[in-house]
């Protein structure tokens, strides 16, 4: 059972986050033959099919597909906005820009599979080319705070590359999984792209099938543990995009109003309930008061309530499970000191709804400033304003998934930005929106293998460019060995239960040597 989704008979009890109220059409679960079935279908049309078709043909069967979402994108909404009580003005953005993917984002998927000529061929020269292969049979399980969202941005670039694909979507949104899934297919062979119902037990007979050769999964820190531990057994490939507790540094000469307007956005988006929120911001003491006041005057433009009204702005959480999560780290902050500055008012009857809460005066020895909330918080806590100790607190926790920085000396802001431990810096802006459309997202930071490439607010694993990083490749012969030296060594202290507590950095050429980071800056001053 996750976020208390319970299953009964055999059937997935979808529940309305709005209303309590049980969702139809009933979602069974996919039962152990049917699973051994899809599984052996998949990987005899990986096989037989869809690997022998050409990189240009299988592109043009990937927009046919995503193009098929479009014709269902109402019905699609609606479903998430019942399922996990996200606003449809919300609900609507993520469809459109998961139909978007068919454009832009699948021409640098293609490119990054097309064979790479090194040179030679000339007459008595050999040539050299590097080819992707597929690896096999790919398992998606996707999250359940994008549901339609995260499965193409996880499938696609495994089905371009040769790979059939199994997705589970999150028990907590079954129908949105499957409409979208069923609508892609429609437009792919049989077998090439399929979709299985159920909870974890589910996802670890899928994870340790011997005839499942990689597993992509976005969710908690805690199940891609899991994961990985039993990937690790069979040295399975795994792409694990976890969780984060992402800070967001203020300095005392930044824009204040874009600042506060940015932290209060993104910390509420989806109810708060984005791998990639702000949940931690570190305000120069010097202008406490005066951000506070602006950020509290913004939150209270957020109401609660019903979220297919569209003058509503937040709906309710997930489940009860994720609203008492919030709520124990809330009461415990305040417990320990902290003020609450601001609380919405949320509907009286039914529902998961949880008030819009600005809170005060946080310390980092605070659960809330330690653990992940994935809530409807904005959590400010002040700084001494200088650049080492904003890089200090910014570093302090077991994160490193995105990270901002508001300043209007961009100097500064990019002196900052680099030091900071995270995938994704943005300088005065949120990056995960403004970032280019190439600028990628690694990070293994504590052990925690979480690293995607990013395609404006979208995210997919490294199509098969280089070893270990992608769904299918070949490299040079050191980069290789050095890179199974170490993820072997990695693996061997995660199976003894000793995992290292520092970065294995690796880079795009070098595997494990370096991780590149993004770092998105909002104009053309000149940076460090």
Known sequence: MVQGVLIKDGIIQNVNPATGELIDPPVPVTTASELSRIIKSANEAQIK??????????ISLLRKAMSTVENISDELSETITKEMGKIAAEANVEVKNAVALQGEWLDLIEEANADVHLGGGEEGEP??????????????????????????????PALAAGNTVIVKPSEVTPLSGALICQAMASALPDGVLQVVQGDGEIGEQLVTSEDVHMVAMTGSSATGKK?????????????LELGGKDPMVVFADADLDKAASDAVANSLFNAGQVCCSVERIYVDRSVKPQFEQKVVELAKSWTVGNPSDPDVKMGPMVTKTQMDIVKDQVTKAV????????????????GN????????DLDQDMTIQKNETFGPVVALSTFDGSEAEAIRLANDTEYGLASYVYTNDLQKGGRVARKIRSGQVGVNCYSLLSAHSKCPWYVLFFALIQFSLRHRGASSQNTNLYTFLGWGTRCRAWEAILGWMVFVHFLVRLLLKNVPVYMYRYSQRSCFLAVPKSLVFTDNAPRA
């Open 127 to 156: 040539e050299s080319v590097i080819v992707r292969d597929p690896l096999g049979v790919v398992v998606v399980l996707s999250p359940w705070n994008f549901p339609a969202g995260e499965i193409p941005l996880l499938a696609l």
């Open 49 to 58: 099919v869809w690997s022998c078709m050409s990189l240009p043909a299988r």
């Open 335 to 350: 417990d320990m000191g902290a003020k609450i500055l601001y609380q919405s008012e949320v509907p009286k009857q039914g």
């Open 227 to 239: 994961i990985m531990e039993k990937c690790a057994k069979k040295l399975k490939r795994v792409v």
């Open 353 to 360: 709804f949880y008030p819009v809460t600005v809170l005060g």
